[in-house]
């Protein structure tokens, strides 16, 4: 799809971060958008970000709150949008939203592990199945998922224990792959691409953690400093002797520097997702650490896992994120 003129898109987690910057750059494009997300304040926020500019006459764009987790919601999400964008086809399907936690197998409880998986995973698989057949009818089609580097590379760094997301971002990108085939021989005129961003400057750090644990607030609960100080001491450090003020000021600062602190921001890696849809690259790398992380890869995949490894790769490209310093808190990146 060579541009996306009077088209009409999906985008899913359209709220903050890289789904409200690929919402502004499709309507800045004369796209109409529908988005969804958990939050409607967010949405709204982004909605009133792309009608600071002036918008082509005309142009929609919807909101709806909707959990892509939930079939039920996203189906529901599937009918409001053919009802409010008057239309009974879609363009273009950005599968964005997602978060992280539920990170261990043995920390974690198996509800906050299915969260993460059933919303990074099931999100996409709702969701493509809900809007295939307005897919079908359009004249052209364009189905985009975010996966991660997680999506080639298990891993945040040693010590941080990762296996949900990892595990959901594995399966996006499979899933996509495989998917390239099935439309080639039932719908070719959709085309899939899979996005593998790197670390990309976003609220995802604080906005899991309150999707996780349904607290809104910056100031942690019990449970929530509990879950911290198990990942603090397994990152090796003495989490014992820290207060519940040190243990949320890290928490937090953690959230900042993933935010502030990153090599590429929300809006250079939608620009990077749209252009790499328009050039109809079904691998869409996103980021100079992306890019990097997936040579060093396929060169040593025995040795991907090594804490060698990833110190190197990580001075290499800047990455401050899984290397455990005492300014670090030992969360994982998304
Ligand atoms: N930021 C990174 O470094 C990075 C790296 C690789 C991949 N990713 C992936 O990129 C995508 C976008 O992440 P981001 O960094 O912009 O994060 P973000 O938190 O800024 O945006 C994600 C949006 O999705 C929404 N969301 C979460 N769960 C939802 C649900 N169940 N239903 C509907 N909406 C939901 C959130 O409310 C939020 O608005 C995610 O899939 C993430 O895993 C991010």
């Known amino acids: 799809m060579k541009d996306f003129a009077d088209r009409i898109a999906v985008v899913t987690g359209g709220g903050t971060g890289m789904g409200r910057e690929l919402v502004r750059q499709l309507v800045a494009e004369g ?26 006459q005309g142009l929609r764009i919807t909101t709806h709150v909707a959990d892509v987790s939930d079939d039920s919601q996203v189906q529901r999400f599937r009918d409001d949008v053919a009802e409010q964008q008057a239309t009974d086809k879609i363009h273009l399907l950005f599968n964005n939203a997602g978060i992280g936690g539920g990170g261990s197998m043995f920390s974690n409880s198996r509800e906050e592990w299915e969260r993460t998986f059933n919303i990074c995973w099931g999100g996409v698989y709702n969701c493509t199945r809900a809007f295939l057949p ?27 224990s990762h296996t949900s997301y990892c595990a959901a971002k594995f399966a996006v990108k499979g899933f996509t792959e495989a998917l390239i085939t099935d439309l080639q021989v039932h719908a070719p005129h959709i085309k899939c691409s899979v996005v593998m961003p790197g670390h990309i400057g976003t609220s995802i750090v604080t906005n899991s953690r309150k999707i996780q644990s349904g607290n809104d ?33 890290l928490v937090l600062e953690r ?23 328009k050039a109809d690259r079904w691998r869409i790398l996103v980021g100079h650490d992306a890019e990097r992380i997936d040579e060093l890869v396929r060169q040593s995949p025995e040795q991907a896992y090594d804490v060698d490894f990833f110190e190197s790769f990580a001075a290499e490209v800047g990455w401050r994120l899984g290397t455990p310093t005492p300014r670090r808190p030992p969360e994982g990146p998304q």
Request: hydrophobic fraction near 45%.
């Open 31 to 56: 796209c109409n958008v529908a988005m969804c997300d958990l939050s409607a304040q967010s949405m709204a926020e982004t909605k009133r970000l792309c009608e600071v500019e002036r918008l082509p």
């Open 134 to 160: 307005m897919l079908q009818r359009a004249d052209q089609g364009h189905i985009v998922n975010t996966s991660s580097v997680n999506g080639f590379w298990a891993s945040v760094g040693p010590g941080i």
């Open 255 to 277: 959230a900042r520097q993933f935010l502030e602190e990153a090599p590429t921001t929300a809006a250079a890696a939608a620009k990077i997702i749209l252009d790499g849809v």
């Open 217 to 249: 607030s910056d100031t942690l609960t019990a449970q929530e400093l509990a879950g911290a100080r198990q990942r603090i001491a397994a990152a090796g450090f003495d989490a014992a002797r820290m207060s519940d003020a040190q243990v949320e000021k």
